[in-house]
C-alpha cells in the first residue's frame, strides 16, 4: 500500500495540473529522484506524464501565440494596401467621368449653335414635314445629351457626335436653298458671354466654311489695336484664345466687319477704310470715304465714334454713313472688297444721328430707333428699289445699351454686344425656298 503521506501529495498535484495547467516548479513542486519513497508508486508515474503533457501544451500555445501576432500583423497591411487601391480606384473613376463630361459638355454647345437656325426654317410650309423631323431629332439628341450628363457613358460618345455634324450639315444644306428675303421678327437674344467694357465688337466671318469658326473679338470703341482671335465660339466662351493681332492703326467706333479672311474697319480721327489680312497680317487696302462724316460729327445716337458703318450681308460688302451733302442723312454704299471703291452709292432720308444702330440684310438697310430700352427696327431702305418704309419690328435690349449691332449672312442671326454682353438675336425672313427647278 501507499503511504499516506505519498497519496495526498500526488493527489494534491493531480488536482491542481488539472484545474490550473501550469508550470510545476510554479506550484513550488519538486519532483523527488528515483530513490524517493513514492517513486515506484503507480502515481509517481501518471505525474511525470502529466508535467510532460503540461510543458507540451505550454510550447504549443507559445507557438500559436507567436503565429497570431505574425498573422494580425500581415492583416493590417494588407488593410492599408486595400485601402490605398481604393483611393486610387475611386480617383481614377473620379478623372473619367470629368473627362467624359468635358466631352459632352462640348457636344452641348454644339446643338446650342445648331439651335438658331430652326425658327428661320419654321416659316415655310412647304417643308414643315421636314422642319418637325429636323426638330425632332433636335429634342431626341438633346434628351439624350441630358441624360448622359446624369449617367455618364451610357452612349458611345462618337456615335452621338457623327449625328450631330450629319444634322448640322443637312441643316445647312436646307439653308442654302433659302433665298433673300424680308426681315420679319427678331427673336433672343442669347447671351453668349459677358466680358470686356460697355463698348465692343464681335464677329464671324460669313464667307468662312462650315468648319472654320472662328471668332473675333474687339474691345472698346477707340484707342484699341489689338484684335483676338478664338477658334470656336467654345473657346471664346472658355476664353481659350489662339491669336492675337496688332493692327497698324487704332480703329474708331465698334462698326467693323471680317468678311472673306480680312477685316474690315474705320481709321481713327478719319473716314479711311482699311482691309486687314489676317493670313498675311498686313494691310491690303485702304481708302478715303468721300463726304463722310466721321470723330461723333454723325454718329448712332449713343456716340462713341460711330460715325461709319461697314457691314456684310448676301449681296456683299457696304458702308452706312452720312454726309454734309446729304443733310446727315444715311447714305448706304455697296464697297468693292478688294479695292475699296465705292461701286454704288443711295442718298436716304432717315438722319444718322437718330439712328440707335442699323444692318443690312439682302440688300436692305434696317435701322433701330435707339440703342436703349424699348428699341425696335423702325425704318427700312431697299437698294434693289430705291424706297423705304416705316417698320414696327421689336426685339429684346436685355442689357439696356447696345453699341453694335450686325447680320452675319451664314448664320442668319445678329450679333450684339450689348452693354459688356456679347448676345445672338435670330432672324425670321420671308422669302421663297429654292427648287431644282429654278434658273
Given at each position: 500500500?501507499?503511504?499516506?503521506?505519498?497519496?495526498?501529495?500526488?493527489?494534491?498535484?493531480?488536482?491542481?495540473?488539472?484545474?490550473?495547467?501550469?508550470?510545476?516548479?510554479?506550484?513550488?513542486?519538486?519532483?523527488?529522484?528515483?530513490?524517493?519513497?513514492?517513486?515506484?508508486?503507480?502515481?509517481?508515474?501518471?505525474?511525470?506524464?502529466?508535467?510532460?503533457?503540461?510543458?507540451?501544451?505550454?510550447q504549443s500555445i507559445e507557438v500559436l501565440n507567436?503565429?497570431?501576432?505574425?498573422?494580425?500583423?500581415?492583416?493590417?497591411?494588407?488593410?492599408?494596401?486595400?485601402?490605398?487601391?481604393?483611393?486610387?480606384?475611386?480617383?481614377?473613376?473620379?478623372?473619367?467621368?470629368?473627362?467624359?463630361?468635358?466631352?459632352?459638355?462640348?457636344?452641348?454647345?454644339?446643338?446650342?449653335?445648331?439651335?438658331?437656325?430652326?425658327?428661320?426654317?419654321?416659316?415655310?410650309?412647304?417643308?414643315?414635314?421636314?422642319?418637325?423631323?429636323?426638330?425632332?431629332?433636335?429634342?431626341?439628341?438633346?434628351?439624350?445629351?441630358?441624360?448622359?450628363?446624369?449617367?455618364?457613358?451610357?452612349?458611345?460618345?462618337?456615335?452621338?457626335?457623327?449625328?450631330?455634324?450629319?444634322?448640322?450639315?443637312?441643316?445647312?444644306?436646307?439653308?442654302?436653298?433659302?433665298?433673300?428675303?424680308?426681315?420679319?421678327?427678331?427673336?433672343?437674344?442669347?447671351?453668349?458671354?459677358?466680358?470686356?467694357?460697355?463698348?465692343?465688337?464681335?464677329?464671324?466671318?460669313?464667307?468662312?466654311?462650315?468648319?472654320?469658326?472662328?471668332?473675333?473679338?474687339?474691345?472698346?470703341?477707340?484707342?484699341?489695336?489689338?484684335?483676338?482671335?478664338?477658334?470656336?465660339?467654345?473657346?471664346?466662351?472658355?476664353?481659350?484664345?489662339?491669336?492675337?493681332?496688332?493692327?497698324?492703326?487704332?480703329?474708331?467706333?465698334?462698326?467693323?466687319?471680317?468678311?472673306?479672311?480680312?477685316?474690315?474697319?474705320?481709321?481713327?480721327?478719319?473716314?479711311?477704310?482699311i482691309k486687314y489680312s489676317f493670313d498675311l497680317?498686313?494691310?491690303?487696302?485702304?481708302?478715303?470715304?468721300?463726304?463722310?462724316?466721321?470723330?461723333?460729327?454723325?454718329?448712332?445716337?449713343?456716340?462713341?465714334?460711330?460715325?461709319?458703318?461697314?457691314?456684310?450681308?448676301?449681296?456683299?460688302?457696304?458702308?452706312?454713313?452720312?454726309?454734309?451733302?446729304?443733310?446727315?442723312?444715311?447714305?448706304?454704299?455697296?464697297?468693292?472688297?478688294?479695292?475699296?471703291?465705292?461701286?454704288?452709292?443711295?442718298?436716304?432720308?432717315?438722319?444718322?444721328?437718330?439712328?440707335?444702330?442699323?444692318?443690312?440684310?439682302?440688300?436692305?438697310?434696317?435701322?433701330?430707333?435707339?440703342?436703349?430700352?424699348?428699341?425696335?427696327?423702325?425704318?427700312?431702305?431697299?437698294?434693289?428699289?430705291?424706297?423705304?418704309?416705316?417698320?414696327?419690328?421689336?426685339?429684346?435690349?436685355?442689357?439696356?445699351?447696345?453699341?453694335?449691332?450686325?447680320?452675319?449672312?451664314?448664320?442668319?442671326?445678329?450679333?450684339?454686344?450689348?452693354?459688356?454682353?456679347?448676345?445672338?438675336?435670330?432672324?425670321?425672313?420671308?422669302?421663297?425656298?429654292?427648287?431644282?427647278?429654278?434658273?
Amino acid at each position: 500500500m501507499t503511504s499516506e503521506p505519498c497519496l495526498r501529495l500526488l493527489n494534491y498535484i493531480q488536482d491542481n495540473v488539472q484545474t490550473s495547467l501550469v508550470d510545476p516548479e510554479a506550484l513550488g513542486i519538486v519532483v523527488a529522484p528515483e530513490q524517493n519513497l513514492c517513486s515506484r508508486d503507480a502515481k509517481s508515474r501518471q505525474l511525470r506524464q502529466l508535467l510532460e503533457k503540461v510543458q507540451n501544451m505550454s510550447q504549443s500555445i507559445e507557438v500559436l501565440n507567436l503565429r497570431t501576432q505574425r498573422d494580425f500583423q500581415y492583416v493590417l497591411k494588407m488593410e492599408t494596401q486595400m485601402k490605398g487601391l481604393k483611393a486610387k480606384f475611386r480617383q481614377i473613376e473620379d478623372d473619367r467621368k470629368t473627362l467624359m463630361t468635358k466631352h459632352f459638355q462640348e457636344l452641348k454647345e454644339k446643338m446650342d449653335e445648331l439651335l438658331p437656325l430652326i425658327p428661320v426654317l419654321e416659316q415655310y410650309k412647304t417643308d414643315a414635314k421636314l422642319i418637325t423631323q429636323f426638330k425632332e431629332e433636335i429634342r431626341n439628341l438633346s434628351a439624350v445629351l441630358t441624360g448622359i450628363q446624369e449617367e455618364i457613358g451610357a452612349y458611345d460618345y462618337e456615335e452621338l457626335h457623327q449625328r450631330v455634324l450629319s444634322l448640322e450639315t443637312r441643316l445647312r444644306d436646307c439653308m442654302k436653298k433659302l433665298t433673300c428675303g424680308k426681315l420679319m421678327k427678331i427673336t433672343g437674344p442669347i447671351t453668349v458671354k459677358t466680358s470686356g467694357t460697355r463698348f465692343g465688337a464681335w464677329m464671324t466671318d460669313p464667307l468662312a466654311s462650315e468648319k472654320n469658326n472662328r471668332v473675333w473679338y474687339m474691345d472698346s470703341y477707340t484707342n484699341n489695336k489689338i484684335v483676338r482671335e478664338y477658334k470656336s465660339i467654345a473657346d471664346f466662351v472658355s476664353g481659350a484664345e489662339s491669336r492675337t493681332y496688332n493692327l497698324p492703326f487704332k480703329w474708331a467706333g465698334t462698326n467693323h466687319v471680317v468678311y472673306n479672311g480680312s477685316l474690315y474697319f474705320n481709321k481713327y480721327q478719319s473716314n479711311i477704310i482699311i482691309k486687314y489680312s489676317f493670313d498675311l497680317g498686313r494691310v491690303l487696302a485702304q481708302r478715303s470715304l468721300e463726304y463722310a462724316g466721321f470723330h461723333n460729327v454723325y454718329p448712332y445716337t449713343w456716340g462713341g465714334f460711330s460715325d461709319i458703318d461697314l457691314m456684310a450681308d448676301e449681296i456683299g460688302l457696304w458702308a452706312v454713313y452720312a454726309t454734309n451733302q446729304n443733310a446727315g442723312n444715311i447714305v448706304i454704299s455697296q464697297l468693292n472688297q478688294d479695292t475699296l471703291e465705292v461701286m454704288k452709292s443711295w442718298n436716304t432720308g432717315y438722319p444718322k444721328r437718330s439712328a440707335g444702330e442699323s444692318f443690312m440684310i439682302c440688300g436692305t438697310l434696317y435701322v433701330t430707333n435707339s440703342h436703349l430700352t424699348g428699341a425696335k427696327v423702325y425704318y427700312s431702305y431697299s437698294t434693289k428699289t430705291s424706297t423705304y418704309e416705316y417698320t414696327d419690328i421689336p426685339f429684346h435690349n436685355q442689357y439696356f445699351h447696345i453699341s453694335m449691332l450686325d447680320y452675319n449672312a451664314r448664320d442668319r442671326a445678329l450679333y450684339a454686344w450689348n452693354n459688356g454682353h456679347q448676345v445672338l438675336f435670330n432672324v425670321t425672313l420671308f422669302h421663297i425656298i429654292k427648287t431644282e427647278d429654278d434658273t
